[in-house]
């Protein structure tokens, strides 16, 4: 069984261009989140998706930011105009869902450099 | 806002030496969840903990949760150079939310 799925595991790009990073989570898993590390602050929580919907954005920044979850195909965070501040690891994790257990496995990170 | 505080921030010991990081929150936790994390690389789920007085052990490596449900620790015995890394506690308050993660402690092991 196939862990957690992220790529590209990274990418560079310029200010002002866009970045798409996907995540596929593992088989049998509909929750999907999204995590940012940023150097000496640690890991923090962007959005929580579950198919076709966004559960709880709460940690998303208001703009540039937008992420998806279709029925078909992996998530997809999309981070639009990139600045250097938005150089980071970006982490996606999934779980299996209801239950009471939350137990989530992460895949290996996208590291964004901006240059 | 709940937050995770973590010590210590980071950790040298001898290979074959014992070890312990804590964990603690302001608030009561629904779950905490103990991940390492080797540098440039993903989470490894190592154990997650859910009721008061919990102990849940793997290998080497011994995670517990008070009674009240507000501190974790993690214990290692006879620490080896693979477990090397950066241990994060998480926690939600309830089941099906984001995890909010403390800083991490970075161990490091010497032969």
């Known amino acids: 069984n196939a862990g957690v799925m992220q790529n590209p595991r990274h990418l560079v790009r310029r200010r002002g261009q866009e970045a798409r990073l996907r995540c596929s989570p593992m088989?049998?898993?509909?929750?999907v989140y999204w995590y940012r590390q940023l150097p000496e602050e640690g890991l923090k929580f962007m959005v929580y998706l579950q198919k076709e919907n966004i559960i709880d954005e709460s940690g998303m920044p208001k703009e540039r930011f937008s992420a998806e979850f279709p029925k078909e195909g992996p998530s997809i965070l999309r981070i639009q105009q990139v600045v250097r501040g938005d150089s980071a690891a970006y982490f996606c994790?999934?779980?299996?869902?209801?239950?009471?257990?939350?137990?989530?496995?992460f895949g290996p990170g996208t590291r964004l450099t901006v240059l | 806002s709940q937050e995770l505080e973590q010590s210590p921030q980071s950790l040298i010991v001898q290979e074959g030496k014992n070890l312990t990081i804590n964990c603690t929150s302001s608030?009561?936790?629904?779950?905490l969840y103990w991940y390492k994390q080797k540098y440039g690389e993903g989470l490894i789920f190592l154990m997650m903990?859910?009721?008061?007085?919990e102990e849940k052990s793997h290998e080497k490596i011994t995670a517990k949760l008070d009674e009240k449900k507000q501190q974790s620790s993690l214990h290692i015995t006879a620490s080896q150079p693979s477990h090397a890394g950066i241990y994060l506690c998480g926690a939600d308050k309830q089941a099906g939310t984001a995890l909010i993660f403390g800083k991490g402690t970075t161990l490091s092991v010497s032969s």
């Open positions: 903990l859910q009721k008061g007085g």
């Open positions: 994790a999934s779980s299996p869902g209801a239950g009471g257990w939350n137990e989530q496995f």
């Open positions: 608030k009561t936790l629904y779950g």
């Open positions: 088989k049998g898993h509909s929750h």
